[in-house]
């Protein structure tokens, strides 16, 4: 009772928040600010930020950050310091700010205090607010005077305003650079505050005058005070400073590269290579070959593992960038005559085989690196490669500490990259692989296994010749239940289904089956599964999904579960068509979707509130239209037997001057059928366009079942309807089209023989005998037989992605109606809010959002004048970038035609490329548009006269007949 009693503000903020409206939890917030005990008022500002994620509108927050800056204003200093914490935590809702100016004023108030601890716990939260208030006269003096203060604490704090002022002021930063450059040359200042002044020059990078003066000032700096502390910082400040203004690059590159060699500290070295490294990232094109060479020297010359390291992490880095073509091949003239400079090569031929593994993995990434990117000049450095990868994977692989895991994953990176580069080099690779899983640790063996699944995805033929000794080894597997033991046996799954993907016999279903019912957990079984349904081995996928059905707990998941199982069994239906046989086709198509309608019908039983499984609904709604539409196909080339063309079709197509009436009604038909698939292929652009967190994998799946509905709709038009203006040049796939998976590889086959065929057969034939038929159902059936793919966005989303949109003015209820008179304009304000799951930007980022704003006149008032069609509806678009996850921008509507209008708001996001994504949402209110009073007193005024002439015209006419 008495914990009840002391926590009276959060009767319903811990359990019952998640019911509360926005108000709601301000006020249950606001509640506990207002409390009497310290403690409670702690509590209630701590939990800012969770409401600033929960509700993340400007409204909100500006009540929200006031209420905190009069806390802050009236506070002592241990809730200032809680304030100042949820501001730094919530750095980036501080725009959303709308009244800056009384907010600054409210927490600028306690700078005059005679507290140092308050006014240095006030620098600091000025300095959190720089990014709205960064020219700010008052708060860069306050910065200036705290700097000349005699308290240590506010002097600190004045370090860390400045540092954030200067970081965001162009003015400030010019103004404070000297102030900064006396402190630090002078004698009264201590040591330790040098060391936190120095930092702030790397923000002078708002010009390049500014950034000069500044490089020159920190010459002098490391000129003066040649101590380890004052060098390391000083020449990492110099690095910062030249990559944030992009000049002296080079310069600084080299002064960098001449500590590593001639200063002996070790500090000073580690700091060398450590931005080194930095620059190596952001600028590599900016690096000359003597700066590469530099390096390579200083590596050989070193004795310190830790110092070779360093060197060759960046070397690593310089490696996959175009720093390593600029060094081999000259710049000027020829680029196809490289030259031979000995000393990488040495140095990564040296250190490939060191004892220590990360040194062997930084050595071996280069030589990958080099040998790909080179041509046959370098052909020894192939072997060398080689040679070195399996010699880290024999070391690494009987290791289980971390540094020789994170040197195999490194060498598995570069054994796919080496393989897709040089795939002659793969056979002796693949041996090292299969002979080390026997022996390796079973924390090596997984990363191993996804390292072979890549190369059999890319080289099918030596996936077919590893299969039998993954047997072996999935039989050998151990009966213990331990996480890695589980993870093992669903990545040697994987590789067994991707090097026979085609079909499982039953000898290795057996086998896997039996292993998994000895070790494995439903969990495993489900992943194995799920991956089975990836690769397409559908008639094991199912059976293990039967399985798992009396294993969960949830309805949804037994409902989920279901329709996978029945979706493999209505894929593994079409498993066994032959050619040339479309009686049976017709009879596989039917029962397989009976299966898909039972599949569908569970589907949608699993979806929930939270989970909509829309993805997932729509793709297999558009599979069960496609196999329609197959059917339907197959049907109307059989008409041309069952019915074909009457004997006076060539009199009719004569009368006509169409023709195509010679064929019969078959040509009606194939014109449906075509439309149809056009507009499936439609339906899968638009499913491609709303899948913005789907992996590139299911968006070139999705792209693949488009690809399919226009290549038989090109076929019936270039077999059938318009054989003389088919083009085939525009569906033709290029042969250097690069496969990422077995199912990719086999459909772009199909196109290309289908459309081999179409064209050898449009040229010779006419239109339509039993030959164009017979071509149509070939390449049905040759489409069909290649199992379908279910891809990870199927089962699983890495990426999370939504935007929360907010209208104003916004009506008091949803069903009533903003009343605007028709001769003003309604000004729209479109606030949004992009939210993110656990792994942002996994796939693809936001660039920008754009918003389309669309009216239609829903009922049409009473209106004595007529008007346009195009003064009914307004049409709007436009593209906002978001700030921070936040965006706003207004809309000026106008709606002259009085009636009710219904105004829609959807919003798209573009990402990085360019490339328009239509992931919603759609908000849509109500707008009534009223007559204007002067306008309705005119209208009335103006009726009342025509009523009083037609009343005097009446009276007159009567005295005109008396």
């Not at 949820?86 to 725009?95: D, G, I, R």
């Not at 000794?469 to 993870?487: A, N, P, V």
Request: aromatic share 6%; proline share 4%; with cysteine.
């Amino acid at each position: 009772m008495a914990l009840a009693a002391a926590r009276p503000f959060l009767s319903e903020g811990g359990y019952g928040e998640q019911e509360m409206d926005a108000n709601s939890a301000l006020m249950e917030l606001d509640k506990g600010l207002r409390s009497g005990k310290l403690g409670e008022q702690c509590e209630a500002v701590v939990r800012f930020p969770r409401l600033f994620q929960k509700y993340p509108f400007p409204i909100l927050i500006n009540s929200a950050f006031l209420k905190l800056a009069d806390i802050f204003r009236v506070g002592n200093n241990f809730l200032r310091l809680c304030v100042l914490k949820v501001t730094q935590q919530s750095e980036k809702h501080l725009e959303k700010i709308l009244n800056v100016d009384e907010f600054v004023k409210r927490v600028f108030s306690v700078i005059h205090s005679n507290d140092p601890v308050a006014r240095a716990i006030t620098l600091r939260m000025l300095g959190s607010m720089a990014s709205i208030i960064p020219d700010r006269k008052n708060a860069h003096h306050s910065i200036r005077q705290s700097l000349d203060s005699h308290d240590n604490i506010e002097v600190e704090a004045a370090i860390f305003a400045a540092a954030h002022f200067s970081a965001q002021s162009k003015d400030f930063a010019a103004g404070i650079c000297n102030k900064v450059g006396e402190m630090i040359e002078g004698l009264a200042t201590p040591v330790d505050l040098k060391l936190k002044l120095i930092p702030i020059l790397q923000h002078m990078h708002h010009d390049a005058t500014l950034a000069s003066s500044t490089r020159v000032l920190l010459q002098q700096l490391v000129a003066l005070y040649p101590s380890t502390k004052m060098v390391v910082v000083t020449l990492h400040t110099f690095t910062q400073l030249a990559a944030s203004s992009l000049i002296d690059i080079p310069k600084q590159i080299e002064l960098l590269l001449q500590y590593l060699k001639e200063d002996p500290r070790k500090a000073v070295k580690r700091l060398s290579v450590q931005d080194l490294k930095l620059l190596a990232n952001k600028t590599p094109h900016m690096w000359s070959r003597a700066n590469i060479q530099a390096l390579c020297e200083c590596a050989l010359q070193t004795p310190y593992d830790s110092m070779k390291l360093g060197t060759l992490s960046v070397l690593s880095t310089l490696s996959g960038t175009i720093a390593m073509k600029q060094y081999y091949y000259n710049s000027q003239g020829n680029t196809s005559a490289p030259v031979r400079p000995d000393d990488l090569i040495k140095l990564v031929q040296e250190c490939c085989y060191h004892s220590n593994s990360a040194i062997a993995a930084h050595s071996v990434t280069v030589l990958t690196n080099v040998a790909s990117c080179l041509e046959k000049d370098f052909l020894s450095l192939e072997q060398d490669a080689v040679s070195a990868l399996q010699s880290i994977l024999v070391l690494c692989s009987q290791e289980s500490g971390v540094g020789a895991h994170n040197a195999l994953k490194t060498a598995f990176t570069c054994m796919v990259k080496l393989m897709r580069s040089r795939p002659h080099l793969s056979q002796p690779v693949v041996e090292s692989l299969l002979t080390q899983l026997h022996s390796a640790q079973d924390t090596a063996r997984i990363p191993m296994c996804h390292c072979l699944a890549a190369i059999a995805v890319q080289l099918p033929v030596l996936g077919e010749g590893m299969l039998g000794e993954l047997m072996e080894l999935y039989k050998m597997i151990g009966s213990s239940s331990t996480d890695k033991q589980q993870e093992l046996l669903v990545a040697l799954a994987t590789v067994i289904f991707v090097a026979n993907q085609k079909t499982l016999s039953s000898e290795v279903k057996s086998v896997i089956k039996q292993q998994l019912e000895n070790v494995a957990n439903g969990w495993t079984v489900y992943r194995i599964a799920r991956q089975a349904s990836r690769m397409g081995t559908h008639d094991m996928a199912g059976e293990l999904y039967h399985g798992l059905l009396t294993q969960v707990a949830s309805e949804h998941f037994y409902f989920w579960l279901n329709s996978l199982k029945e979706f493999s069994k209505a894929e593994q239906c079409l498993a066994g068509l032959q050619d040339n046989e479309s009686s049976v086709a017709l009879a596989c198509i039917a029962k397989a979707l009976k299966y898909y309608q039972r599949g569908i019908a569970s589907l949608t039983a699993a979806s929930t509130p939270s989970n909509p499984l829309t993805f997932q609904c729509e793709f297999v709604k558009l599979r069960i239209d496609m196999l329609q539409a197959f059917s339907q196909l197959i049907c109307t080339c059989n008409s041309l037997k069952t019915s074909p063309p009457p004997a006076i079709a060539t009199a009719i197509a004569m009368a006509s001057g169409n023709d195509l009436q010679r064929c019969g009604r078959i040509t009606n038909q194939m014109k449906i059928s075509m439309e149809e698939f056009r507009s499936l292929a439609t339906r899968y652009h638009d499913l491609y366009q709303s899948s913005f967190d789907a992996d590139s994998a299911t968006l070139r799946n999705v792209e693949l079942q488009q690809q399919s509905c226009l290549l038989i709709s090109h076929s019936i038009e270039a077999l059938i309807l318009d054989p003389d203006s088919a083009s085939f040049q525009e569906y033709g796939c290029s042969g250097n089209v690069y496969a990422e998976s077995e199912y990719e590889r086999s459909m772009l086959s199909v196109f290309t023989q289908v459309l081999e065929d179409v064209e050898s057969l449009s040229r010779k034939y006419p239109p339509v005998s039993y030959l164009h038929t017979m071509c149509l159902c070939g390449a049905i059936i040759s489409l069909l037989r290649v199992p379908l793919s279910f891809q990870r966005y199927f089962f699983q989303k890495l990426q999370s992605t939504s935007i929360k949109l907010a209208l104003s003015p916004s009506p008091r209820t949803p069903t009533e109606p903003i009343t605007v008179q028709n001769n003003q304009q309604l000004a729209l304000k479109v606030e949004g809010v992009i939210q993110h799951g656990s792994k942002p930007g996994f796939f693809r980022k936001i660039q920008a959002v754009c918003l389309n704003v669309s009216s239609l006149l829903q009922t049409k008032g009473v209106q004595d004048y007529k008007l346009l069609l195009e003064s009914m509806t307004n049409e709007m678009e436009q593209r906002v970038e978001p700030h921070n996850d936040y965006f706003s921008t207004q809309f000026l509507l106008c709606f002259t035609a009085l009636g009710n209008h219904s105004v829609s708001v959807e919003a798209s996001v573009i990402d990085s490329n360019g490339i328009i994504w239509k992931t919603g949402p759609k908000t849509t209110i109500a707008i009534k548009s009223m007559e204007d009073p002067y306008s309705q007193q005119l209208r009335l005024q103006q009726q009342q006269q025509q009523q009083s002439q037609q009343q005097s015209q009446l009276q007159r006419n009567a005295l005109c007949r008396f």
